[in-house]
């Protein structure tokens, strides 16, 4: 069965600080993809990112970088330089090839202070 | 990305009773699914809404709790039937892409009392 932990269930910063949110997944499939979504008080899941496991390469979106290591099955998301906006729950999720089997980690509340 | 609405956004019903949630989209899509998020939880997915065939449910979701229509490729309902306290969450539909990636609605706020 798939599953992702989040371990950090709440984590809170001062506004400019840089922050990393950990995500370690478990599949058997040699194909699958991952996720970041973020879940601001409004309500809206937002997509963030897709990866595909046959693609190490990571990733940097302005204050946005996703690091994905197969050989310890994570796939960590780094906030530089937070701004207040940033405060959301950010939710990693694993499907398997073709997209099935989604599943959603436990999310990581993350709160910057101004 | 595609355009998702819901409706209704938000309702309170009683116990014993049951809600139909729509989720529209603007063009049309082969996958669309149906999640739950309780309160302060993650989201768990009841089902695949499948387009001229019954819906394919996750272990822990029956049909005859949560029936699903999916007439055609832009419109799926789910129906929150025999409602209890516990059945309050928010319900999200969502839409696959052919690169796997799931675009969510704005979700439907239900609370049962």
């Known amino acids: 069965a798939q599953k992702v932990t989040q371990a950090q269930t709440e984590i809170s910063v001062v506004e400019k600080e840089d922050v990393t949110l950990d995500c370690v997944y478990e599949t058997r499939d040699t194909t699958y993809y991952l996720f970041w979504y973020k879940q601001p008080p409004s309500g809206e899941l937002v997509f963030l990112i897709r990866?595909?496991?046959?693609?190490?390469q990571n990733e940097i979106s302005g204050r946005y970088s996703w690091n994905f290591q197969k050989s310890t099955s994570s796939f960590n998301f780094t906030i530089t330089a937070s701004q207040v906006v940033d405060s959301a729950v950010y939710f990693c999720a694993l499907s398997g090839n073709y997209g099935q089997n989604f599943v959603f980690g436990p999310g990581t509340r993350l709160s910057v202070l101004p | 990305s595609a355009v998702i609405s819901q409706k209704p956004s938000r309702d309170i019903c009683q116990r014993g009773t049951s809600l139909t949630i729509q989720c529209q989209v603007d063009s049309q899509v082969t996958m669309m699914f149906w999640y739950r998020q309780q309160p302060g939880q993650s989201l768990t997915l009841i089902a695949t809404a499948n387009q001229g065939s019954e819906a394919t449910y996750e272990s822990g979701f029956v049909i005859d709790k949560f029936p699903i229509s999916r007439p055609n490729l832009t419109f799926s309902t789910l129906t929150v039937s025999n409602m209890s306290p516990e059945d309050s969450s928010i319900y999200l539909c969502?839409?696959?892409?052919?690169?796997?990636?799931?675009?969510f609605g704005p979700g439907t706020r239900l609370t049962v009392t």
């Open positions: 990866r595909n496991s046959f693609d190490e």
């Open positions: 969502s839409v696959g892409t052919p690169y796997y990636e799931q675009y």
